[in-house]
């Protein structure tokens, strides 16, 4: 069974800057993308940065050049470093993680259960 477990969300004023952690957990046999998604109230889930291959970023437009996203040399951690926060950066932030259960499966998405991120203005 796969888990993925976030941390790091709280309530920042604006131009201030947090850190999500993102781990995957369990049995993994291989692990080829890990990213963050967002869902603000009334609105679809975005994705907000993604890696692939532990070096290969891709960023939504509107959080390039104010986030980061990183991971570790063992490839099941990932990080979301957040500076200039915007109130409209405020949402809940999923861990997402493509993911080989065993050598029997194929990859899967697989979702951590969120964490809250509030930038007041």
């Known amino acids: 069974q796969v888990q993925l477990v976030e941390s790091g969300g709280g309530f920042v004023q604006a131009g201030g800057s947090l850190k999500l952690s993102c781990t995957a957990s369990g049995t993994i046999f291989m692990i080829n993308t890990m990213g963050w998604y967002r869902q603000a109230p009334g609105k679809q889930r975005e994705l907000v940065a993604n890696l692939l291959n532990g070096y290969e970023t891709k960023y939504a437009d509107s959080v390039k050049g104010r986030f980061t996203i990183s991971g570790d040399d063992a490839g099941n951690s990932v990080y979301l470093q957040m500076n200039s926060l915007k109130p409209e950066d405020t949402a809940v932030y999923y861990c997402?993680?493509?993911?080989?259960?065993?050598?029997?499966?194929?990859?899967?998405?697989?979702w951590g259960q969120g964490t809250q991120v509030t930038v007041s203005s």
């Open positions: 997402v993680g493509g993911i080989r259960a065993s050598d029997r499966e194929w990859y899967r998405d697989y």
